[in-house]
């Protein structure tokens, strides 16, 4: 018998069918795989496929054979965010029934004024299809250790304001899918585009309200 403790490292690549995989997607596609590996941990991915009218039909099992050509394979079976619906709904109704979650009815132009940071209602159209937005409040100041940016502060109340979780159109927000995606498969470390950085205050203000 070995003595070794087994490693509880989970990495995971999310792509969406928006196109084919550029070069800084499998720049991160290794990066996360290699880091994995280098844990002794488990590689996954996941098809964020959440979003008809920008997907390109075809694209996703193009972008999967492209990972698998490089020898990108996941070590469990790929997740299709598309199949995930039941699992969303659970946890927005949570967010709704307990107060941290509210429709919303403002469009951009609404928010305009405000440079699109959502901090009261003020729609000025009251029959347009709501929204559901994350309550932030007031004061809600979000750090984390990043591994390469070091030490991350956000403001979300200032600097995002309410976080959108499903979209007027009813299509489910990209932030609430990841949170619920990442928690049911028990992900623990993600490597991602700097351009997201400052999407992971949010999401672990999420975290934390489910």
Same mark, same amino acid.
């Given at each position: ?10 990495? +995971? /690549? ?5 196109? +084919? ?6 720049? %991160?596609?290794?990066?996360? $795989? ?5 844990? @002794?941990?488990? $590689?996954?991915?996941?098809?964020? @496929? ?19 050509? /490089? ?14 619906? @039941? ?17 919303? +009815? ?51 109340? +200032?600097?995002?304001? @309410? ?20 928690? %049911? ?26």
């Amino acid at each position: 018998m070995s003595d070794t403790v087994p490693s509880l490292y989970r990495g +995971r /690549f999310a792509p969406s069918p928006t196109g +084919r995989l550029h070069a800084g997607s499998l720049v %991160a596609a290794l990066g996360s $795989w290699l880091l994995a590996r280098h844990h @002794d941990g488990t $590689w996954l991915v996941r098809v964020e @496929d959440l979003d008809p009218p920008r997907e390109v039909p075809g694209v996703a099992q193009q972008q999967l054979a492209t990972l698998a050509a /490089f020898g990108l394979v996941s070590d469990e079976p790929v997740i299709w965010q598309s199949t995930r619906h @039941d699992a969303y709904a659970d946890a927005l109704s949570r967010l709704l029934d307990d107060g941290s979650a509210f429709e919303c +009815r403002c469009s951009r132009s609404d928010l305009a004024a405000v440079g699109g940071i959502h901090r009261t209602c003020v729609a000025s159209d009251r029959t347009r299809p709501p929204a559901v937005r994350l309550r932030v409040p007031d004061g809600t100041r979000i750090a984390f250790h990043d591994g390469l940016q070091g030490e991350v502060v956000q403001d979300v109340d +200032r600097e995002v304001g @309410d976080v959108v979780l499903r979209r007027a159109d009813g299509y489910w927000a990209y932030q609430l899918a990841v949170v619920v995606d990442d928690a %049911a498969q028990g992900i623990t470390d993600i490597v991602r585009g700097a351009d997201l950085l400052d999407s992971t205050p949010r999401q672990i203000l999420l975290q934390r309200a489910l």
